[in-house]
């Protein structure tokens, strides 16, 4: 009878030994916040080897496997959360962003509505599946996301850009040319708002107005502006 107590004891031990998940999580997060995301998936390789049921573990895998372009790894990773917690939004939102990445748009859509059942108030669900109706051509749509996004942060400038390049998409040139005013209105550093600017303002025979548009967007590095620039703006 002696001997319960010192097995019981020595299990006490034991189990002391074993590695926390939650503080193993911690330093995971520490790591992928500095972009550690090699290092930080052997750590939870280990912690799901250690605890396969941590739900947080696989989806914390599934973002540094996204992250270093292993989305089908990702997206079996974010099965596996989806599988031990299907009411935590941000698993089917980060499997839709591995299906975005790899070019499934739909199945993109599809993880984004799921997202949005459990999360109707976070704006970057509704940019992201924005972002994947335009890739299937669904522009109407993506525009009504993107308004979404706006009235749930209107000073969102992404939202604001996504949204004046789907009114430039539909030619509503008037729309898209407020839109990225919008955007540039909340981060004037917005290379891309002044390329865009340029292109409305060619579209209007204002050649000189989107040269020094075009210029802008080249000085905050956006290199896509050289080509335009220099076919409309040497003679200029």
Request: with cysteine; net charge negative.
């Amino acid at each position: 009878m002696r001997t319960y107590p010192y097995i019981l004891l020595l299990f006490v031990i034991f189990s002391s030994c074993r590695p926390n998940t939650e503080e193993e999580l911690a330093k995971t997060r520490t790591l992928m916040q500095r972009g550690e995301f090699a290092v930080a998936m052997d750590l939870l390789d280990k912690i799901i080897a250690n605890d396969p049921s941590s739900q947080s573990a696989y989806n914390m895998r599934g973002i540094a496997n996204l992250e270093l372009g292993h989305t089908e790894k990702a997206i079996g990773d974010f099965d596996h959360s989806v599988a031990l917690d299907s009411s935590d939004y941000r698993s089917f939102y980060n499997r839709g962003n591995a299906y975005y990445q790899n070019e499934n748009y739909d199945m993109a859509v599809n993880d984004f509505n799921l997202a949005l059942n459990l999360a109707p108030k976070e704006k970057d669900i509704y940019i992201n599946r924005g972002n994947a109706l335009m890739q299937i051509s669904k522009i109407d749509e993506a525009i009504l996301d993107y308004k979404f996004a706006i009235k749930i942060d209107a000073n969102n400038s992404l939202a604001h850009f996504n949204l004046a390049r789907g009114y430039y998409l539909s030619e509503n040139m008037q729309m898209a040319k407020k839109s990225f005013e919008d955007c540039l209105q909340i981060q004037d550093s917005y290379a891309p708002a002044y390329y865009f600017l340029g292109m409305i303002s060619l579209q209007n025979d204002d050649i000189e107005a989107a040269c020094v548009l075009w210029q802008k967007a080249l000085e905050l590095g956006y290199q896509q502006a050289e080509a335009v620039q220099n076919l409309y703006c040497q003679a200029s």
